[in-house]
């Protein structure tokens, strides 16, 4: 082992000068593999981006890699990659995703492309540069530059799992994960993705939110009929689904179906670690609306400690072209993002059982199931604390714990399967417009990620490890 703080600071140094000379060209190679999921027509692209992008990257440095199909047909391919130093060392577990979303080429603003990395005023425009390209890739890259200053070596154990299909909702991973628990066994997952809670706040968060989707219907005949003949006669279902709406989220966003939310409200441990802390930034367009949501409960309370009602989309008729006719049916699209504090088991039961008792028995809930499970490690874990001194140490200012991210990840399936706690460092912001056109990452959010991650690889392989 080195001098306290002497090869510390080297090693930052050096994942510093790495960001700065070579980064940007290895994220743009990355990006430039068109790699998303959501087209069928790339799903060379996501096995090429495995095998061209990461494969040969990760042999460089000493990892034994392997390809493998997904276990559900159809489906993109799962890397794993392993370096083990000696068994006896603590084992850290690498996630990412290497799939995106589809490119939306034609939305772009002029000049920039999904599959190039473009700079413009001060920001790396492209598809994947957070989302999770870039992310991932920074983590390697600070892995790389520790293992340099520590002459090849890195003091503890890496395994490497990065899939195509995240953006899928991350199919057949859960039963890869079980299928391979014992190559994949880790002492704890660092990996990165989704935003921090402000862009100059550096954030630890301990899980997600889990998602779940139904639809709600009104049919009512087969077809439409005149609205002079029969308006003000005959049942409007866009009314009814409207008015049905209303008896499930009242005006100003709280929830009204009580049985979906925490039965002993937001956790003591979690009220705790969110004590102060901000959500937002970076210029979007959406605002935090005050009276928006369950009365009583800060922003992030609202976010990361408690359950949401979305509708995602609603239909009657036909709005691009109106016609003069009652609609025979209307639907909604509708989202609970939801914490680990309740079960999404009885979601459809509790809903069909509320707007029976409103009166709303025309309204049918359809294809309503689990998209995303959600996840949480104790904000408190010292896995979480051991992450948090350390990123405070190299970024000489706060970090921000949250009990869990408001957006989806497949933390379950490395908690179910492999037991390990959950520490995700987001590299990006909310308002880097993932999954939009124009997605970008803010390089100075980028180089500060590379040196949090080279501290705690150093401190890891200083012996550090916490004892859990």
Same mark, same amino acid.
């Given at each position: 082992?080195?001098?306290?703080?002497?090869?510390?600071?080297?090693?930052?140094?050096?994942?510093?000068?790495?960001?700065?000379?070579?980064?940007?060209?290895?994220?743009?190679?990355?990006?430039?593999?068109?790699?998303?999921?959501? $087209?069928?027509?790339? %799903?060379? =692209?996501?096995? *090429?981006?495995?095998? #061209?992008?990461?494969?040969?990257?990760? &042999?460089?440095? !000493?990892?034994?890699?392997?390809?493998?199909?997904?276990?559900?047909?159809?489906?993109?391919?799962?890397?794993?990659?392993?370096?083990?130093?000696?068994?006896?060392?603590?084992?850290?577990?690498?996630?990412?995703?290497?799939?995106?979303?589809?490119?939306?080429?034609?939305?772009?603003?002029?000049?920039?492309?999904?599959?190039?990395?473009?700079?413009?005023?001060?920001?790396?425009?492209?598809?994947?540069?957070?989302?999770?390209?870039?992310?991932?890739?920074?983590?390697?890259?600070?892995?790389?530059?520790?293992?340099?200053?520590?002459?090849?070596?890195?003091?503890?154990?890496?395994?490497?799992?990065?899939?195509?299909?995240?953006?899928?909702?991350?199919?057949?991973?859960?039963?890869?994960?079980?299928?391979?628990?014992?190559?994949?066994?880790? $002492?704890?997952?660092? %990996?990165? =993705?989704?935003? *921090?809670?402000?862009? #100059?706040?550096?954030?630890?968060?301990? &899980?997600?939110? !889990?998602?779940?989707?139904?639809?709600?219907?009104?049919?009512?005949?087969?077809?439409?009929?005149?609205?002079?003949?029969?308006?003000?006669?005959?049942?409007?279902?866009?009314?009814?689904?409207?008015?049905?709406?209303?008896?499930?989220?009242?005006?100003?966003?709280?929830?009204?179906?009580?049985?979906?939310?925490?039965?002993?409200?937001?956790?003591?441990?979690?009220?705790?670690?969110?004590?102060?802390?901000?959500?937002?930034?970076?210029?979007?367009?959406?605002?935090?609306?005050?009276?928006?949501?369950?009365?009583?409960?800060?922003?992030?309370?609202?976010?990361?400690?408690?359950?949401?009602?979305?509708?995602?989309?609603?239909?009657?008729?036909?709005?691009?072209?109106?016609?003069?006719?009652?609609?025979?049916?209307?639907?909604?699209?509708?989202?609970?993002?939801?914490?680990? =504090?309740?079960?999404?088991?009885?979601? #459809?039961?509790?809903?069909?059982?509320?707007?029976?008792?409103?009166?709303?028995?025309?309204?049918?809930?359809?294809?309503?199931?689990?998209?995303?499970?959600?996840?949480?490690?104790?904000?408190?874990?010292?896995?979480?604390?051991?992450?948090?001194?350390?990123?405070?140490?190299?970024?000489?200012?706060?970090?921000?714990?949250?009990?869990?991210?408001?957006?989806?990840?497949?933390?379950?399936?490395?908690?179910?399967?492999?037991?390990?706690?959950?520490?995700?460092?987001?590299?990006?912001?909310?308002?880097?417009?993932?999954?939009?056109?124009?997605?970008?990452?803010?390089?100075?959010?980028?180089?500060?990620?590379?040196?949090?991650?080279?501290?705690?690889?150093?401190?890891?392989?200083?012996?550090?490890?916490?004892?859990?």
């Amino acid at each position: 082992m080195t001098a306290a703080g002497q090869g510390r600071d080297a090693a930052l140094e050096r994942a510093r000068v790495l960001f700065d000379e070579q980064f940007r060209d290895r994220l743009a190679a990355l990006v430039a593999i068109p790699s998303t999921s959501q $087209d069928p027509a790339h %799903a060379a =692209d996501c096995r *090429r981006y495995l095998e #061209e992008g990461l494969r040969p990257w990760l &042999g460089q440095i !000493g990892f034994a890699v392997t390809v493998h199909d997904n276990p559900h047909a159809g489906f993109g391919p799962i890397l794993t990659a392993e370096r083990i130093e000696d068994p006896s060392l603590p084992t850290v577990l690498l996630y990412g995703h290497g799939d995106t979303v589809r490119g939306l080429d034609e939305q772009w603003s002029p000049g920039l492309a999904p599959w190039t990395v473009t700079e413009r005023n001060g920001r790396w425009y492209g598809r994947g540069t957070v989302d999770n390209k870039g992310q991932h890739a920074l983590d390697l890259c600070a892995l790389e530059a520790v293992m340099a200053e520590r002459g090849g070596k890195l003091g503890f154990n890496v395994k490497v799992l990065i899939e195509t299909c995240e953006e899928r909702g991350s199919m057949g991973l859960r039963d890869f994960v079980f299928a391979h628990k014992e190559e994949l066994a880790s $002492d704890v997952l660092i %990996a990165s =993705d989704g935003p *921090r809670v402000e862009p #100059e706040l550096p954030t630890i968060a301990t &899980g997600t939110r !889990g998602t779940w989707h139904c639809d709600l219907v009104v049919k009512l005949r087969p077809g439409g009929v005149h609205s002079g003949h029969w308006g003000g006669l005959t049942t409007d279902p866009a009314i009814v689904l409207a008015h049905a709406l209303a008896a499930i989220v009242d005006r100003h966003g709280k929830i009204l179906v009580r049985g979906w939310l925490p039965p002993n409200g937001v956790p003591a441990s979690v009220k705790a670690v969110l004590e102060g802390c901000p959500v937002g930034g970076g210029g979007i367009a959406a605002t935090i609306d005050p009276d928006w949501g369950e009365p009583g409960f800060t922003a992030a309370e609202k976010i990361y400690g408690w359950n949401s009602f979305i509708v995602l989309a609603m239909t009657s008729g036909r709005p691009e072209n109106p016609v003069n006719a009652v609609a025979p049916d209307a639907r909604a699209h509708c989202q609970i993002r939801y914490t680990v =504090d309740t079960d999404p088991g009885t979601f #459809e039961a509790t809903l069909r059982r509320h707007l029976d008792e409103h009166g709303f028995q025309l309204v049918q809930i359809e294809n309503g199931g689990l998209r995303m499970p959600g996840s949480r490690t104790d904000p408190h874990h010292p896995w979480v604390r051991w992450a948090q001194e350390s990123m405070q140490r190299t970024l000489g200012t706060r970090v921000q714990v949250i009990p869990n991210a408001a957006g989806g990840l497949p933390g379950d399936v490395f908690v179910d399967a492999l037991g390990v706690p959950l520490v995700w460092v987001p590299h990006s912001y909310n308002g880097c417009q993932q999954h939009g056109p124009d997605e970008h990452a803010i390089p100075a959010l980028l180089r500060e990620g590379i040196a949090a991650f080279a501290g705690m690889y150093w401190d890891l392989g200083e012996g550090g490890a916490p004892k859990a």
